[in-house]
């Protein structure tokens, strides 16, 4: 299958700043990417969608001025989390899905942030 | 999207195969079955997917009723590697809807 690689693999801040993830699609052009956050013990959860060149989507109650996403090219998609606080550690993934036919959904690694 | 319903937990013995039972009772028409799996703290891993025939790849078999309300994962012959959470998740594949949306999932356990 495809190759999805997140930057980077585990991230500590402090609370109050902002940190960056960024999703990389490595094989095939993403023109959909997604992004999710997954508590210990729970399942995924949606978080936004974003097209290539176009604002991102996001699920009800997701903070769109908190959580910032680009999608800036075909193989890149990063997640800024602003002003993070303590309940914003989460394990963050992302996915992205080509255009072609099959347009399967592949999976990043994650990101485990941890705000302190 | 349709909701799907997975048991929370399973146990398999190693080298026996792993029935994991799905049922997606208002799954419509254009609606495709997907699983993925989850190991621990890594990005969910693509598996199968159908419409309604059966389906086989490298990895398992998919098994779809007629009536396309539920279906079957079947790992042939289960390793220690394959303990993971299982999702079934049912997919829509149109442009506008088209995002995938994880439920409870089933928790397998593969012991010697």
């Known amino acids: 299958g495809a190759v999805v690689s997140q930057h980077p693999s585990r991230v500590i801040c402090k609370s109050g700043t902002s940190v960056k993830i960024e999703c990389r699609s490595l094989?095939?052009?993403?023109?959909?990417m997604f992004w999710y956050r997954q508590f210990p013990k729970k399942s995924l959860m949606l978080m936004a969608t974003?097209?290539?060149?176009?604002?991102?989507?996001?699920e009800q109650g997701v903070e769109k001025d908190k959580f910032l996403i680009n999608h800036a090219s075909l193989t890149l998609s990063t997640l800024t989390v602003t002003s993070a606080h303590p309940e914003d550690s989460s394990f963050y993934i992302c996915?992205?899905?080509?255009?072609?036919?099959?347009?399967?959904?592949?999976f990043g690694p994650g990101t485990r942030l941890t705000v302190t | 999207d349709a909701k799907t319903t997975q048991p929370t937990s399973m146990d398999c013995a190693e080298g026996r195969a792993a029935n994991l039972p799905c049922n997606h009772s208002?799954?419509?028409?254009?609606?495709?079955v997907y699983w993925y799996r989850q190991i621990h703290s890594q990005g969910p891993q693509y598996i199968i997917h159908g419409l309604k025939n059966n389906e086989t790849n490298e990895m398992a078999s998919l098994i779809i009723t007629e009536d396309r309300k539920s279906s079957t994962l079947i790992l042939p012959h289960a390793t220690l590697r394959d303990t993971a959470v299982y999702y079934c998740i049912v997919r829509a594949r149109s442009y506008n809807t088209d995002k995938l949306i994880f439920g409870t999932g089933t928790r397998l356990q593969v012991f010697p």
């Open positions: 208002t799954i419509s028409g254009n609606e495709y």
């Open positions: 974003s097209n290539e060149g176009s604002k991102a989507t996001y």
């Open positions: 996915s992205a899905r080509g255009s072609g036919d099959p347009n399967e959904q592949y």
């Open positions: 094989d095939f052009q993403a023109t959909t």
